[in-house]
């Protein structure tokens, strides 16, 4: 996937409202695989759903969202099962991790599907991020900040083309959000990916190409 094209789309729950002034909804906006983007945004303004549209968990949007040249509502289950295994991964604001397994589980759940790390691979990135001792504990034992790490890590546990993470920072001190930061370039830079970060204030410090508010 080398694109992902915004054609008029908006939230149905938005189509009273008199105007929309966004960068994002009601625009004609193309994201470029290998170019990193910042989405700003309030609360309410319907990030979250942007994710879900583009992940397809939901559909509830006026206009068009293309992969390429292909419109997402056409894509069968069997295309979806695909995108989301070799091109497309989601770190999700409320991270859908699993509470009763472990930080390593939940990652090797996502590493079965794909075969993309090698377990040093993962405990190396564990270390990095400084929950190395979490790796056995069950999830939801974790703080949320160290939550957001484990999630972090399964997003990385697959090829892409996009990474999309919404707020994935909210509860990382200074020190974390650096690291993290420099892992996303790596990682996305082996894969040539385009990075799409949302929040509401606190972000991830990257050489973002476009800075957008949604």
Same mark, same amino acid.
């Given at each position: 996937?080398?694109?992902? @094209?915004?054609?008029?789309?908006?939230?149905? *729950?938005?189509?009273?409202?008199?105007?929309?002034?966004?960068?994002?909804?009601?625009?004609?906006?193309?994201?470029?695989?290998?170019?990193?983007?910042?989405?700003?945004?309030?609360?309410?303004?319907?990030?979250?759903?942007?994710?879900?549209?583009?992940?397809?968990?939901?559909?509830?949007?006026?206009?068009?969202?293309?992969?390429?040249?292909?419109? +997402?509502?056409?894509?069968? +289950?069997?295309?979806? *099962?695909?995108?989301? %295994?070799?091109?497309?991964?989601?770190?999700?604001?409320?991270?859908?991790?699993?509470?009763?397994?472990?930080?390593?589980?939940? +990652?090797?759940?996502?590493? @079965?599907?794909?075969?993309? %790390? $090698?377990? $040093?691979?993962?405990?190396?990135?564990?270390?990095?991020?400084?929950?190395?001792?979490? *790796?056995?504990?069950?999830?939801?034992?974790?703080?949320?900040?160290?939550?957001?790490? *484990?999630?972090?890590?399964?997003?990385?546990?697959?090829?892409?083309?996009?990474?999309?993470?919404?707020?994935?920072?909210? @509860?990382?001190?200074?020190?974390?959000?650096?690291?993290?930061?420099?892992?996303?370039?790596?990682?996305?830079?082996?894969?040539?990916?385009?990075?799409?970060?949302?929040?509401?204030?606190?972000?991830?410090?990257?050489?973002? @190409?476009?800075?957008?508010?949604?």
């Amino acid at each position: 996937m080398n694109q992902i @094209h915004l054609q008029q789309t908006l939230p149905q *729950v938005f189509a009273d409202r008199d105007t929309v002034t966004s960068d994002v909804w009601h625009q004609d906006l193309t994201l470029q695989k290998g170019e990193l983007y910042l989405i700003e945004a309030a609360s309410g303004t319907g990030k979250s759903s942007l994710c879900s549209y583009i992940y397809g968990y939901r559909n509830d949007y006026q206009g068009i969202i293309n992969f390429d040249e292909t419109n +997402i509502r056409r894509y069968p +289950i069997h295309q979806w *099962v695909e995108t989301r %295994k070799h091109s497309l991964s989601m770190l999700f604001q409320d991270l859908r991790l699993f509470p009763e397994l472990t930080a390593l589980e939940n +990652i090797r759940l996502k590493n @079965h599907l794909t075969s993309h %790390k $090698k377990k $040093k691979e993962i405990l190396s990135l564990f270390d990095q991020l400084g929950i190395a001792d979490k *790796v056995n504990a069950k999830v939801g034992q974790l703080s949320y900040g160290q939550q957001q790490r *484990v999630a972090f890590i399964r997003s990385l546990c697959q090829p892409f083309d996009f990474l999309f993470l919404d707020e994935p920072i909210s @509860h990382l001190d200074e020190e974390n959000s650096r690291i993290m930061g420099d892992i996303l370039l790596t990682e996305a830079g082996k894969q040539g990916a385009g990075v799409v970060v949302t929040s509401i204030g606190k972000h991830i410090t990257l050489p973002y @190409h476009h800075i957008l508010s949604l």
